[in-house]
């Protein structure tokens, strides 16, 4: 390899892992709860389509892209070092390896690596050996590391890998006849497919973002609303308990309110939670105490700081204040969130996807049809060549005989042909000899 094949080939792989990297931001809004998978993952199908079309060395791209998408989903926590998240990302690379190239070693297997996709039977087949079959076992490896490092929890984690395999198998069935059509070769029978695959697909999935975002959105702010509630109703039952203590005989004086409270909210809490089944969102409450906020509960379920879901109000009584924080985890979400709208989500991909090996078949029988056109036309021609050399060969076989040969389709007013043999010995020119009158009147009669 000279040195400018290999500038090339480096400058080759930071443009794949960086499409790939970017590829997964660009589909991060579309996250909906209770599972925290988007409806449709196209790095899947970026990557099995990379390796198909151009082979397995630019397997290091795809580990570098996943490289920078671990760098910014997965980070140091209270129960994971640095050396237990090194391990994760070295899993997670292998697999992601692993489904690309189980995928595109499947497809050139089965299928060939000149398979042009012309029929029904071979797109079926692409999507099985590229998108099913490889993801099946990958999602789960997937989502069994992820279960094993503290990012899923057991009782969701069917759920997780049922609906990260759906994602990842759209993810490579709108994938491939984009990219195969922009750069499978040869270039003669793929680029006539272009506007029809591409342009349809292009509309109906930026439509299907735009309308995902929307529910997104929508879940969103009904989910941070409930939650809101749930963090007034824990505070307002604890304070509620407070008053209900203050007797005549059991009055508390205004500059001790803050440390008899502080003492409820300490003890009491749990109670409150465990009343109103909340025991899946992490509540922590700290009270200010001149400015510095001193933590007085929180709860025991573990939650990720940095959620999104995550509600923090203040809250005054008797001249103190108090903040409460309420995250939610992913049981919160799962016995709360709208499952039909991720299925919604995911059905408009199922349909994109569906549409796409709809646009191949339909621009296969195209080709075909065009090719069978070109195949018989040539036949056709060839034919055509073989009856006139044929023709010629019988018309100068004729031209030596001493005899005159003529030839008449009945109906005509005129002969078809009459050999050269008549006007020399009649004595008329051929144009003179073709016409019935002269010939049948004038010299047979």
């Known amino acids: 390899m000279s040195k400018k094949e290999l500038f090339l080939y480096f400058i080759n792989n930071l443009l794949i892992a960086a499409t790939f990297f970017c590829l997964s931001i660009a589909v991060e809004p579309l996250i909906v709860p209770p599972t925290f998978v988007t409806p449709v993952w196209p790095v899947a199908g970026f990557a099995v389509c990379v390796v198909l079309l151009w082979g397995y060395r630019y397997l290091p791209a795809i580990a570098l892209g996943e490289l920078l998408i671990c760098f910014r989903y997965y980070h140091v926590t209270e129960t994971m070092g640095y050396m237990e998240l090194s391990l994760l990302y070295i899993l997670l690379i292998l697999i992601t390896l692993f489904r690309s190239a189980a995928g ?6 089965f299928l060939g690596k000149t398979n042009k996709y012309l029929t029904y039977q071979s797109v079926l087949k692409l999507y099985l050996l590229a998108g099913l079959i490889p993801t099946f076992l990958s999602s789960f490896l997937f989502v069994q590391v992820l279960l094993f490092a503290g990012y899923l929890e057991i009782n969701y984690w069917v ?71 749930n963090t007034d109703l824990v505070f307002n039952e604890t304070l509620k308990k407070f008053a209900d203590s203050q007797t005549m005989d059991n009055w508390v004086p205004k500059g001790q309110v803050a440390a008899e409270f502080n003492e409820l909210i300490k003890n009491y809490t749990d109670v409150v939670v465990l009343s109103n089944s909340l025991k899946n ?84 029988n195209d080709i075909r049809s065009r090719n069978l056109v070109r195949t018989r036309t040539k036949e056709i021609q060839k034919l055509n060549e073989i009856l006139r050399e044929s023709e010629s060969r019988y018309k100068k076989l004729i031209e030596v005989q001493p005899v005159i040969f003529w030839k008449h389709i009945r109906g005509e007013p005129v002969l078809d042909f009459v050999s050269s043999e008549g006007s020399t010995l009649l004595g008329y020119s051929r144009s003179e000899l073709v016409s019935l009158d002269i010939l049948w009147n004038k010299i047979i009669h």
């Open 281 to 364: 969102i992490n509540f922590t409450i700290e009270f200010n105490n001149n400015g510095k906020y001193q933590q007085l509960y929180q709860s025991k379920i573990k939650a990720n700081e940095n959620s999104i879901w995550k509600v923090s109000k203040s809250y005054n009584y008797a001249g103190n204040d108090w903040k409460l924080t309420g995250i939610a985890t992913s049981g919160y979400l799962g016995e709360n969130a709208f499952f039909i709208i991720w299925w919604l989500m995911a059905t408009g991909f199922l349909f994109i996807s569906i549409l796409g090996a709809t646009m191949l078949v339909i621009t296969g």
């Open 159 to 229: 759920f997780e890998y049922l609906s990260w395999w759906f994602a990842d198998s759209v993810g490579v069935f709108i994938s491939l006849p984009v990219l195969l059509t922009l750069f499978a070769l040869p270039r003669e029978d793929w680029k006539p497919r272009i506007l029809k695959v591409i342009l349809p697909l292009i509309v109906t999935t930026f439509l299907m973002i735009f309308i995902s975002i929307s529910f997104k959105n929508f879940e969103q702010v009904r989910l941070i609303n409930n939650l809101e509630k």
């Open 104 to 109: 595109a070693f499947l497809v050139h297997r």
